[in-house]
C-alpha cells in the first residue's frame, strides 16, 4: 500500500472506477476568474489604473502585473484587451535600465528601433492596442490610465484536503453553477475550494469514463428533497460538502 495516493477513508471511490493512477497525476488549475494559458494564468482588471496602482492591484490578487517574455505570450495579451495595458516594466530606479519581472527573460518588443524615447517623464511600459501598433511596446507616463493583466501560478489540484469534505454517493440537482471535465473528486475539491461561489460539488461518472465536476450554488440542506438523489447506474455520482 506504500505507493498510494489516497487516504484509506476515500475507499468508496475506489467502487467507482477511480484508479491510483489517475488520482495521482498531477492536474494544475487556475483560480476561479483567472484564465489558463502556457502554464500560467492570467486576468484582466477592467478598471483602467495608473502604473503602480495596477501593480499593487496584481499583488492583492496573489499574481503580479505581467510582462511578456515570448512573441507568443505578447500575442496572447494583445488579444485579451482592445485598449493599452500597463506591462511590468519601469526605468524608474535607473533612467534608461528597463527592469521587468524576474520570469521575462530580457524579452523586448518595442514599437520602432527608437523607443523608448521618453526620458524622464515617460517611465513605465505600455502594451499597445492592435489598432494602435499591433501590440508594440511604448513608454509613457506612469500616471496614464490603462488596463492591467495580472499573471499568477496554476494551482496544484492535489493540495485540496478531502479530509475536510463529507463524500456521499448521491448527487445534487438543480444548483450547477457550471461544469468542468475532471480526473478525479480530489480535483473538483480544489476547484470548489477556489471558486467563492462554491458550496458544494457532484463529480459524475459516466459508463464511458468521462468525469464531470459540477460545482454547487447550496449544499443538500438548502435544496427541496427532490433535488438530491441517490447515486443509480449507469450513472454514478459523488457528491461533496464541508
Same mark, same amino acid.
Given at each position: 500500500?506504500?505507493?498510494?495516493?489516497?487516504?484509506?477513508?476515500?475507499?468508496?471511490?475506489?467502487?467507482?472506477?477511480?484508479?491510483?493512477?489517475?488520482?495521482?497525476?498531477?492536474?494544475?488549475?487556475?483560480?476561479?476568474?483567472?484564465?489558463?494559458?502556457?502554464?500560467?494564468?492570467?486576468?484582466?482588471?477592467?478598471?483602467?489604473?495608473?502604473?503602480? +496602482?495596477?501593480?499593487?492591484?496584481?499583488?492583492?490578487? *496573489?499574481?503580479?502585473?505581467? /510582462? @511578456?517574455? #515570448?512573441? =507568443?505570450?505578447?500575442?496572447?495579451?494583445?488579444?485579451?484587451?482592445?485598449?493599452?495595458?500597463?506591462?511590468?516594466?519601469?526605468?524608474?530606479?535607473?533612467?534608461?535600465?528597463?527592469?521587468?519581472?524576474?520570469?521575462?527573460?530580457?524579452?523586448?518588443?518595442?514599437?520602432?528601433?527608437?523607443?523608448?524615447?521618453?526620458?524622464?517623464?515617460?517611465?513605465?511600459? +505600455?502594451?499597445?492596442?492592435?489598432?494602435?501598433?499591433? *501590440?508594440?511596446?511604448?513608454? /509613457? @507616463?506612469? #500616471?496614464? =490610465?490603462?488596463?492591467?493583466?495580472?499573471?499568477?501560478?496554476?494551482?496544484?489540484?492535489?493540495?485540496?484536503?478531502?479530509?475536510?469534505?463529507?463524500?456521499?454517493?448521491?448527487?445534487?440537482?438543480?444548483?450547477?453553477?457550471?461544469?468542468?471535465?475532471?480526473?478525479?473528486?480530489?480535483?473538483?475539491?480544489?476547484?470548489?475550494?477556489?471558486?467563492?461561489?462554491?458550496?458544494?460539488?457532484?463529480?459524475?461518472?459516466?459508463?464511458?469514463?468521462?468525469?464531470?465536476?459540477?460545482?454547487?450554488?447550496?449544499?443538500?440542506?438548502?435544496?427541496?428533497?427532490?433535488?438530491?438523489?441517490?447515486?443509480?447506474?449507469?450513472?454514478?455520482?459523488?457528491?461533496?460538502?464541508?
Amino acid at each position: 500500500m506504500g505507493g498510494f495516493c489516497l487516504p484509506s477513508v476515500l475507499l468508496i471511490l475506489f467502487t467507482i472506477g477511480m484508479s491510483s493512477a489517475h488520482s495521482c497525476k498531477p492536474q494544475m488549475l487556475c483560480p476561479f476568474g483567472w484564465e489558463s494559458w502556457g502554464g500560467s494564468c492570467y486576468k484582466l482588471l477592467e478598471e483602467r489604473m495608473t502604473w503602480q +496602482e495596477g501593480r499593487l492591484k496584481c499583488q492583492e490578487l *496573489g499574481g503580479e502585473m505581467v /510582462a @511578456p517574455s #515570448s512573441l =507568443e505570450e505578447n500575442n496572447y495579451l494583445l488579444s485579451k484587451t482592445s485598449y493599452r495595458a500597463w506591462m511590468n516594466c519601469n526605468d524608474l530606479e535607473n533612467e534608461g535600465q528597463w527592469d521587468c519581472t524576474s520570469d521575462n527573460g530580457g524579452y523586448r518588443n518595442w514599437k520602432t528601433p527608437h523607443e523608448p524615447n521618453g526620458g524622464t517623464s515617460e517611465n513605465c511600459v +505600455e502594451l499597445s492596442s492592435s489598432l494602435v501598433w499591433g *501590440g508594440k511596446w511604448n513608454d /509613457a @507616463p506612469c #500616471s496614464n =490610465e490603462y488596463h492591467i493583466i495580472c499573471k499568477g501560478k496554476e494551482v496544484v489540484a492535489t493540495q485540496a484536503k478531502l479530509k475536510q469534505w463529507r463524500l456521499l454517493a448521491s448527487c445534487l440537482t438543480g444548483h450547477t453553477l457550471r461544469e468542468i471535465p475532471t480526473s478525479n473528486v480530489r480535483v473538483c475539491a480544489t476547484v470548489c475550494d477556489y471558486d467563492p461561489r462554491c458550496r458544494s460539488f457532484n463529480v459524475q461518472h459516466f459508463v464511458t469514463g468521462e468525469r464531470i465536476c459540477q460545482i454547487n450554488n447550496g449544499t443538500r440542506y438548502e435544496a427541496d428533497h427532490t433535488q438530491f438523489v441517490k447515486s443509480e447506474k449507469p450513472l454514478t455520482c459523488i457528491y461533496g460538502e464541508r
